[in-house]
């Protein structure tokens, strides 16, 4: 009979291009992952490994047994998250991916909730891109990611995934209180062709979104400094080096020396979301979280329209906040 790890050793290593590469997602040692295709060839009767080079590819017989057995490993793991949990005791590990400012202003507090919510449930947390995020859920190194998307850098979502969209974020532009910008009530990419940005690393999709701002103008931003944490952009822009595209999901409150502006034509949103793969979808604890969510971005919309209310009387932007989808 051939046993199911042996089946999730050959789809990892299908999936990742090695045994070591496997190995490392599954949490053994290279030398366990091959005794269990050793053990699978043995129980088949036909290698379904063969070595090229420095790697190894799937033989023929390979790819069509891995192909069986992510359907068995999905079938498993729908039947695991529905028939044999307890929907009113939502239990277990769950393994969440988000991107970092989400880490701050949406799971952070999810956490807390979690806390009081009485499910026994243990969550880890790991800060990535919204595309490895992706990338992790849909090949079952993570239960859910929590995404966003930007109207100008649209993001790709497998057909074995769900998408639930939990708020909108609106990205500000950020300058020094003393740049001749500052005390504009909204500014548009044309007034800021000439600036000096920082911008999130080279391929995120948040660096993208930036460069998209100036597509339509045939110009690239003049980006000086790439960082990956919004709290470096905030300082740099206090100290009046650069200026700086920033999300408010997540935002501190801004030093008194920095200025925020709203930018229109086009504005700058992104929507933010969860994914987790259709297998899941039933699960008591993906359900319990994603609920759990929700309240939480629900209840950062209404913060966000109490500040933007607040800020009209004062004449000064709203410094964080969010909107509803």
Not at 65 to 93: C, F, M, Q, V, W
Not at 189 to 206: K, N, Q, Y
Not at 279 to 300: C, K, N
Request: proline letters at 6%; a negative charge; glycine letters at 8%.
């Amino acid at each position: 009979m051939i046993e199911i790890g042996s089946l999730r050793a050959l789809a990892a290593i299908e999936l990742h291009g090695s045994v070591i590469a496997a190995s490392e997602v599954m949490g053994f040692s290279p030398s366990a992952v091959s005794q269990q295709i050793k053990k699978l060839e043995k129980q088949t009767g036909f290698p379904v490994l063969e070595r090229r080079g420095r790697g190894v590819l799937l033989t023929e017989r390979g790819l069509t047994l891995a192909a069986y057995g992510r359907r068995i490993l999905s079938e498993l793991e729908e039947l695991e998250s529905t028939l044999l949990a307890d929907p009113a005791k939502p239990t277990g590990h769950l393994r969440v991916v988000s991107f970092s400012t989400a880490c701050r202003g949406l799971v952070g507090p999810l956490l807390g909730r979690l806390a009081s919510s009485g499910a026994d449930l243990d969550i880890s947390v790991l800060a990535e891109d919204p595309r490895e995020a992706v990338a992790r859920v849909a090949n079952g190194e993570a239960d859910l990611g929590v995404v966003h998307n930007w109207n100008s850098v649209p993001l790709v979502i497998p057909e074995h995934m769900m998408l639930e969209w939990l708020c909108e974020d609106v990205a500000d532009v950020l300058v020094h209180r003393d740049h001749p910008l500052a005390g504009r009530s909204q500014v548009e990419p044309a007034d800021l062709v000439d600036e000096r940005w920082i911008s999130t690393p080279h391929g995120a999709i948040c660096n993208e979104a930036l460069l998209r701002i100036f597509a339509d103008r045939g110009r690239v931003p003049d980006i000086k400094v790439y960082d990956p944490d919004f709290a470096t952009h905030i300082a740099l822009v206090e100290q009046g080096a650069v200026v700086a595209l920033v999300p408010r999901l997540g935002r501190p409150a801004l030093p008194g020396d920095v200025a925020c502006l709203p930018l229109v034509n086009p504005m700058q949103v992104r929507q933010v979301g969860i994914v987790y793969r259709r297998t899941m979808a039933a699960s008591p604890g993906i359900r319990h979280v994603a609920g759990l969510l929700r309240e939480v971005a629900a209840s950062r919309v209404a913060a966000s329209r109490v500040v933007s209310e607040s800020s009209v009387v004062t004449g000064s932007p709203g410094v964080s906040g969010l909107a509803g989808p």
